[in-house]
């Protein structure tokens, strides 16, 4: 009851000054939705332009991208900059773009309409559909300015995001190691992408079991919790109409008890009107992005008293417009690679084109990374920068190859042959390292049979 009442003072614009021997923390909660999560941003804009100073931030799966870029620094005007910019149908694709794929592989390219791997002969399923190579690359950028920063307690907002153990079901916090990996295993929307593997677990959503992760933020130290859900918890069954919206819902309903809990320790509670847009609306973009500043702008009284009464109680220097470290670019002192199992160390080195002693931008890196995904070798490709002071990193690279068999299938047309069902299968490795053979057969009136053999190495000159 003390809690509350002391929220009631503030929010009042009274000042409770034997309430409290010390400043109430804030502790914001961006929950998880997907592309309804943008609408975070507004909110954390109106804080920004409220001048209220936030000491703990938890999110999870979008919630814990956004909230773990306003985390280290970012603004929430910048934030906006840059996902207005993002092309997200690409970010979510499993493909990348044709600009990136190897000359030798292009002929071949998006060809098919279905491609099964196979290993030792047997078809290869996997924990998701898409890996999330441009997306995992991207966040690598974003979040840059902390790529030496191994506890997240230490950034500039101390910030924990929530990801499910997928043996388990039990609730992971995570707040230490590779930025980047927590954030993607945290959005891991299961059957969709692929699970991430931290500390021996292998880990999907924690929208599975705690989409609104205002518990966390009080156990962190939280006095007064702002939460901004969109979610919009469980839909009705006419809400269900496309498999992705299945599977989501299916993916949620542990979550749906831990919320109501969670509900109750949220002192500011907020839920933008997004009944119009599911998980998957990334085409909405703008619009999602403009129903959060207009939440925003009528949050921002209430956030503008908060901040003024608290100042009043405990005078704090105001938090610089831009929070984000300055960092140069780093010098490369080495360069490890784990997981090739199929491929050689050669190969991937020649692609990569990286040398030890060169300094590098994260563009760098990155263009360098997708000059060897686009061999099509590689499901993924991440990297972690661990650092050796004076401005000198350690490059190490984990790698998932891709199946080195591949029976891929599509269907054909045109005025001379007609209909033809195309049944491919593609071998690497089959006659040298680092090589492709394939052979289509087009099955129809006129049957045709085309081999074919290339070597990726001659090719990228190694």
């Known amino acids: 009851m003390l809690r509350i009442f002391l929220i009631l003072l503030l929010t009042a614009g009274l000042y409770p000054y034997t309430l409290s021997a010390q400043r109430a923390k804030v502790g914001v909660t961006l929950s998880g939705g997907g592309a309804k999560g943008l609408a975070h941003i507004g909110i954390l804009q109106a804080i920004d332009s409220a001048g209220l100073r936030v000491d703990y931030l938890t999110g999870t799966s979008m919630g814990s991208i956004v909230g773990s870029l306003y985390a280290i620094g970012y603004s929430g005007d910048s934030i906006e900059v840059m996902a207005r910019k993002l092309d997200w149908s690409g970010l979510f694709s499993n493909q990348p773009v044709m600009d990136d794929i190897s000359y030798e592989e292009r002929s071949e390219y998006n060809r098919y309409m279905i491609e099964i791997p196979f290993e030792y002969g047997k078809p290869k399923l996997t924990s998701g559909v898409i890996s999330g190579e441009q ?134 509670y907020i839920e933008p009107e997004l009944n119009r847009y599911s998980a998957a609306s990334f085409g909405s973009v703008d619009s999602i992005i403009e129903i959060g500043k207009r939440k925003g702008r009528e949050m921002y009284p209430v956030f503008k008293r908060m ?37 050689d160390e050669k190969f991937f080195r020649g692609r990569l084109g990286l040398e030890p002693g060169g300094c590098y931008t994260p563009d760098m890196i990155r263009e360098a990374i997708l000059n060897v995904y686009g061999t099509r070798f590689y499901k993924q490709i991440t990297y972690n920068l661990r650092p050796l002071g004076y401005g000198r990193s350690e490059l190490d690279i984990q790698v998932e190859e891709n199946p080195l068999t591949y029976v891929k299938f599509a269907l054909h047309y045109n005025t001379y042959t007609s209909v033809s069902a195309i049944v491919n299968v593609t071998q690497r490795n089959f006659i040298v390292p680092n090589s492709r053979a394939l052979v289509s057969a087009a099955i129809s009136e006129n049957p045709r049979l085309r081999g074919s053999s290339s070597n990726t190495s001659a090719a990228s000159g190694t």
């Open 307 to 343: 901040a003024d009464s608290l100042n009043a109680l405990y005078p704090i220097a105001a938090l610089p417009k831009n929070r984000l470290p300055v960092v140069p670019d780093i010098e490369i002192a080495g360069i490890a690679v784990a997981g090739l199992v199929h491929s």
């Open 135 to 268: 997306l995992w690359l991207e966040l690598a950028k974003m979040h840059w300015p902390v790529r030496d920063v191994k506890d997240f307690t230490r950034f500039n907002i101390p910030f924990k995001c929530i990801a499910t153990d997928v043996a388990t079901g039990d609730i992971v916090t995570l707040d230490k190691g590779e930025i980047v990996q927590s954030i993607r295993a945290s959005m891991a929307i299961p059957s969709i992408f692929t699970a991430v593997r931290i500390d021996g677990r292998k880990l999907v959503d924690g929208g599975v079991v705690r989409n609104f992760p205002t518990t966390t933020v009080r156990e962190m130290g939280a006095d007064i919790v702002i939460g901004s859900n969109v979610s919009g918890g469980l839909r009705t069954a006419e809400e269900l109409n496309t498999p992705i919206d299945i599977l989501y819902q299916l993916g949620f309903y542990k979550d749906a008890a831990d919320f109501v809990e969670a509900r109750k320790l949220t002192d500011v």
